[in-house]
Each structure stands twice: as C-alpha cells, then as structure tokens.
C-alpha cells in the first residue's frame, strides 16, 4: 500500500502564509493525480487544488490567486503554498494522490492523507 504524511499546519494570522506538504511512501511505480482538499468545521470535504503528472493545476475559486500547487516526483511529494490566508480557510486539510503501486504486478491506488489542521484567526 501507498502511505501519505502531510506537515505543515498551523495557526496563523489573518494575510499571513502556510505552506503544506505531503509525501508518499511505498512501492510506488508511478503518480498521476495529487491534490488537495479542505474540511471546514461542520461542512463536507471539498476539493482546493489539484495538479496532474503533466503539470497542468486546478483551483476552486475561492483560491485562486492564494493558493498554489505544486509537485516534486522525485520525493513523491506535494506541495499547497497557501498565501494571503482568510479566517474561512480554517480547517482540516487533506491530500489525495492517485498512481500505481507494485503488489506482484502494478495496481492502482488512491490514497488520503490523515489531515493537518491549519486555523486563521486574530
């Protein structure tokens, strides 16, 4: 199996910059889909970014222009460098990265990672 680790949560002041990271280990053959997703306090999961293995990124628009993705293949780890932060930010932050995984012959994965909480507040 494909195990995710996210860092990089935190409380910070309205205006101000975090910058999360999730890192997949296992016997991973390759990765197509990373993304990341937001669970404000009472709502469902939705997803903020996402970035396929060709570089191309989608953003939810309440993001745009804040957040941005990035990837790093050689770590098998991906970034949300998330600027100019809003109290409605808040929440729990999950990443989701899709590939392939070597259990005998290549198998498909999709996996979560256990969530990093990041509060926005004065």
């Known amino acids: 199996q494909v195990q995710l680790v996210e860092s990089g949560g935190g409380l910070v002041q309205p205006g101000e910059s975090l910058r999360l990271s999730c890192a997949a280990s296992?016997?991973?053959?390759?990765?197509?889909?990373m993304g990341w997703y937001h669970q404000a306090p009472g709502k469902e999961r939705e997803l903020v970014a996402q970035?396929?293995?060709?570089?191309?990124?989608n953003y939810a628009d309440a993001v745009k222009g804040r957040f941005t993705i990035s990837r790093d293949d050689a770590k098998n780890t991906v970034y949300l460098e998330m600027n100019s932060l809003k109290p409605e930010d808040t929440g729990v932050y999950y990443c989701?990265?899709?590939?392939?995984?070597?259990?005998?012959?290549?198998?498909?994965?999709?996996?979560w990672g256990q969530g990093t909480q990041v509060t926005v507040s004065s």
């Open positions: 989701n990265v899709e590939g392939y995984y070597k259990r005998g012959s290549a198998r498909p994965f999709a996996s």
């Open positions: 296992g016997r991973i053959l390759s990765i197509n889909d």
């Open positions: 970035i396929t293995s060709g570089g191309s990124t």
